[in-house]
């Protein structure tokens, strides 16, 4: 199994280039079981869960040409689709669900996997589930699987959220785009990667529009087109280097980014004392020695992103006071916490709340990656520690982040990946 080490503490100085987005790919690629005619998705991301929704896609018979030079895909699904997802891919990849919409709405049957993913939490789909009933579908959950089918296709209804679920919205979205006559949704996540499904579900021939801040009006179609669609910036990714720019001391520019759809955190680490400059595409990010403690929760988008909270709570470790983070999406995101301590961090967790002490100076130590971004967070918190720390289990990291190593040493960090004995 490898590992990674590093031997911190260097501030970061350079240029990098944000990858596309996971969250994006992920359900655009579901999406394209919808159609078929050719389709080419550009900008895709090399990481392990896109890897691992294109395998799903092929199991279920999806013709694909993946070409990780150019980090585009050819996907065409003219021969018969398998309408089963099995446990094997989608246990690793919670998204693995959002085929569920797609194939019900084409081929009015599925039987799809419960999902796995990171263990932030439970993670129900109930949601999905209940606004799928709600467009016809019958649904039975039997040995792990959900099976279900809609014998007269899918209809369209309104249908009113009772939680705000990325991918639910999504999931609805794509399977609406084929359903009989209109869908109305409300209560949708507006999320900038739902926004990106949109837009390609709109190129391809669908007929969506947004009716409301968090209301989204489809009326089903039956025809789709060929379609070549790029897929938007990785905004976690973005913001993760950003922490590690202010959190560091460096001076970093994050290109290919749209600054306007990150604003809540530019707005942040502007309020922690680092001194940020947008362009149209970029930003440059100058840390501070002061870094400001703060009080804030998670929300939905345009709040600020749960999938950053691990990162920014490295980052309010160095912060003058005392800091407070309430996580308001998922229940067992503070895992990293208890990694952080073990390198010198003082935070304690109540509930959904973590108290977090500043004025700390990490210590290099041996360390365990739990999820997606905890991972990223033990990194940030290595580069600031003088020494050698060493993070197991990267298979985590491997999930969601491009390149990382090499993305970091060359903008000065020492880090390597090394294979465990
Ligand atoms: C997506 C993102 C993930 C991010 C999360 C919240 C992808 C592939 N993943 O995950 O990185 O952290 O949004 O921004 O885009 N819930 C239910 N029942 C459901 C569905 C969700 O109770 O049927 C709960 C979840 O447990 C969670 C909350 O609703 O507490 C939000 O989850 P949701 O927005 O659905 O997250 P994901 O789409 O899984």
């Known amino acids: 199994m490898k590992k990674l080490e590093v031997i911190g503490a260097k501030k970061l ?8 987005s996971k969250n994006s790919s992920l359900p655009i690629l579901a999406a394209t079981l919808l159609s078929n005619k050719k389709i080419e998705i550009q900008n895709l991301p090399t990481v392990k869960d896109i890897e691992t929704m294109i395998l799903l896609l092929s199991s ?27 446990y094997n891919l989608v246990k690793t990849m919670r998204a693995g669900i959002l085929v569920l919409g797609p194939l019900l709405a084409r081929f009015k049957k599925a039987k799809v996997s419960l999902p796995g993913g990171c ?55 794509i399977a609406a785009s084929f359903a009989k006559g209109k869908t109305i949704l409300k209560n949708c996540a507006i999320e900038p990667e739902v926004s990106d499904l949109v837009n390609f579900l709109r190129k391809m021939g669908c007929n969506i529009k947004w009716t409301g801040r968090r209301t989204i009006t489809i009326f089903g179609v039956k025809k789709l087109k060929e379609v070549k669609y790029n897929i938007m910036f990785d905004r976690i990714e973005a913001g993760t280097y950003m922490i590690a720019a202010a959190l560091t001391g460096g001076d970093l520019k994050i290109v290919n980014v749209k600054p306007k759809i990150i604003k809540t955190e530019i707005d942040i680490l502007k309020k922690i004392g680092a001194d940020i400059r947008t362009k149209k595409n970029k930003i440059r990010i100058i840390g501070k020695n002061k870094i400001k403690n703060l009080k804030i929760f998670t929300s939905p988008y345009p709040g600020f992103s749960t999938d950053l909270q691990a990162q920014l709570m490295v980052l309010l470790c160095k912060a003058s006071g005392k800091s407070q983070i309430t996580e308001k999406i998922f229940e067992n995101r503070f895992m990293h916490a208890s990694e952080l301590n073990r390198m010198g961090a003082k935070i304690k967790i109540f509930g959904n709340k973590a108290i977090i002490e500043g004025n700390v100076i990490f210590k290099p130590a041996e360390l365990m990656a739990t999820d997606l971004r905890a991972s990223v967070s033990l990194i940030l918190a290595a580069l600031t520690a003088k020494g050698k720390s060493i993070i197991n289990r990267i298979y985590h990291l491997d999930r969601g982040y491009e390149n990382i190593e090499r993305k970091l040493r060359n903008v000065g960090a020492k880090i390597r990946r090394i294979s465990q004995k």
């Open 119 to 173: 263990a932030i939490g439970a993670r129900p789909v109930d949601i999905h589930l209940k606004a799928l009933s709600k467009l016809g579908v019958k649904y039975k959950i039997a040995d792990g699987y959900i099976h279900a089918t809609a014998p007269k296709g899918l209809i369209g209804n309104k249908i009113k959220f009772s939680k705000i679920s990325v991918g639910a919205t999504e999931n609805l979205v």
């Open 13 to 20: 100085k350079g240029t990098i280039n944000i990858s596309g």
């Open 60 to 86: 279920m018979g999806s013709k694909i040409n993946l070409s990780k030079k150019k980090k585009s895909v050819n996907i065409h699904n003219f021969k018969k689709i398998k309408t089963y997802a099995s």
